[in-house]
């Protein structure tokens, strides 16, 4: 006997998408920069609104991030100068963020960007593409 399903073949991979959860992933990407310089640009509104977000807009540990039309609001968690700031969007478990990390290796002086994040798995490798897109962009801006 052959078992029908109570929900439809469509609400059936919503709802299993909606239960699976987010998975940490981090990326490095080298940066011609100092920490000093780097951190202006994932710290400040400004900063972020060169390659993260077309506007950013702060209002007490509220960051409000905009991309053509559209709109989210993160909580500013932590931050280190010249070191990481941490984010959470609003409409997200508390177990999930996202950081900008610069790491200087002590040896060559080289400076990385690591990028913390959390995505759901089938949706890493297009997440990784708007971030790839976003630190070109900040190359570019910076001059590295």
């Known amino acids: 006997m052959q078992k029908i399903p109570l929900l ?10 909606l239960m699976a959860e ?7 990407y080298q940066v011609n920069s100092s920490p000093e310089f780097l951190n202006t640009y994932i710290s400040s509104p400004s900063g972020l609104a060169e390659w993260f977000a077309d506007n950013v807009n702060v209002n007490g540990d509220i960051y409000k991030f905009m991309w053509e039309g559209s709109e989210e609001a993160a909580k ?8 990481f700031v941490k984010f959470q969007w609003v409409d997200r478990p ?5 950081q ?3 790491e200087q290796d002590e040896l ?19 997440t990784t593409m708007i971030y790839d897109v976003s ?3 900040l190359r570019q801006t910076i001059g590295g």
């Open 8 to 17: 439809p073949q469509n609400l059936i991979a919503e709802r299993d998408n």
């Open 22 to 28: 987010r998975v940490k992933f981090q990326l490095e």
């Open 76 to 83: 500013l968690l932590s931050k280190r100068t010249n070191k």
């Open 94 to 98: 508390e177990n999930e963020y996202f």
């Open 100 to 102: 900008f990390e610069i």
């Open 108 to 126: 060559t002086g080289d400076v990385a960007l690591i990028i913390t994040d959390f995505e759901y798995e089938e949706e890493i490798k297009g």
């Open 135 to 137: 630190v070109d962009r």
